[in-house]
């Protein structure tokens, strides 16, 4: 393993230890739950707008594997400021980007839930467009 791969792991391991934003917001603009159920992961995630339809503020619960907790927690750091729109057009590649370690098929559906649970609140909020490549997507999520 390199010393790059190192430091990202040790980066996911203090999210995961040490999640950012997390808890529910009360009250809330928007919330969605989302379960992986081959493995068990749950996120649920609620948010706060401000003007312009801009994430002032977001938070989450779950619980699950190191990987689809510290994902969520990278997730909220990077989306708070941004439009909701802007969220929701955002790939996956820049959130694998900021995970920034390879992760195997069955880990990359952990490390996605906090994102696909993220957009599905932003259609219900908003009525941002769900990704039209969820279609062929692997990513299960499983709403209340």
């Known amino acids: ?43 649920t995630v609620s948010v706060r707008f401000g003007a312009a339809d801009v994430i002032d503020e977001v938070g989450f619960e779950g619980r699950g594997c190191a990987i689809s907790q510290a994902a969520t927690s990278m997730l909220t750091d990077l989306v708070k400021g941004r439009a909701a729109e802007d969220v929701a057009a ?5 959130l694998l980007d900021e995970i920034g370690i390879p992760l195997t098929p069955v880990r990359l559906k952990c490390a996605l839930l906090g994102l696909g649970v993220l957009k599905v609140a932003l259609h219900k909020a908003k009525g941002t467009p769900l990704p039209e490549e969820w279609g062929t997507s692997t990513v299960d999520i499983r709403l209340s």
């Open 90 to 94: 955002m790939s996956k590649d820049e």
């Open 1 to 43: 393993m390199s010393e790059f791969e190192q430091l990202y792991r040790e980066v996911i391991l203090d999210h995961y230890k040490t999640p950012r934003n997390h808890g529910l917001l009360d009250p809330n603009d928007a919330v969605a739950e989302g379960q992986n159920p081959l493995c068990g992961d749950e996120v």
